[in-house]
Nanobody, 121 residues
Framework: QVQLVESGGGLVQPGGSLRLSCAASGFAVEHYAIGWFRQAPGKEREGVSYISSLSSSTYYADSVKGRFTISRDNGENTVYLDMHSLEPEDAGVYYC??????????????WGQGTQVTVSS
């Protein structure tokens, strides 16, 4: 059974850091492109960062470049999103998703259930 489970969300003050995890089961993350998306209340879901299979090419939305880092641990079958210098605008529900190729990451095959990130003082 294919499953993606996000964890690591929570409440953090502006300027703080969080590490989100996306643990996969039923497939190997190294063979899939994995993406992190977020959705704030009243807004559409947006892509935050993606990592390709094999070559591990990465993509970041302009709003998070230099602050977020996506990485993959094949042994743990997990993809991480390290978030630093968090801003209130980064708040929302963060989802990970898996697609066979990076070119189809906007229409992924699998979604996780999401983890809430709140940035507030």
């Amino acid at each position: 059974q294919v499953q993606l489970v996000e964890s690591g969300g929570g409440l953090v003050q502006p300027g703080g850091s969080l590490r989100l995890s996306c643990a996969a089961s039923g497939f190997a993350v190294e063979h899939y492109a994995i993406g992190w998306f977020r959705q704030a209340p009243g807004k559409e879901r947006e892509g935050v960062s993606y990592i390709s299979s094999l070559s591990s090419s990465t993509y970041y939305a302009d709003s998070v470049k230099g602050r977020f880092t996506i990485s993959r641990d094949n042994g743990e079958n997990t993809v991480y999103l390290d978030m630093h210098s968090l801003e209130p605008e980064d708040a929302g529900v963060y989802y990970c998703a898996a697609a066979e190729t990076l070119s189809t990451i906007l229409h992924p095959d699998y979604w996780g259930q999401g983890t809430q990130v709140t940035v507030s003082s």
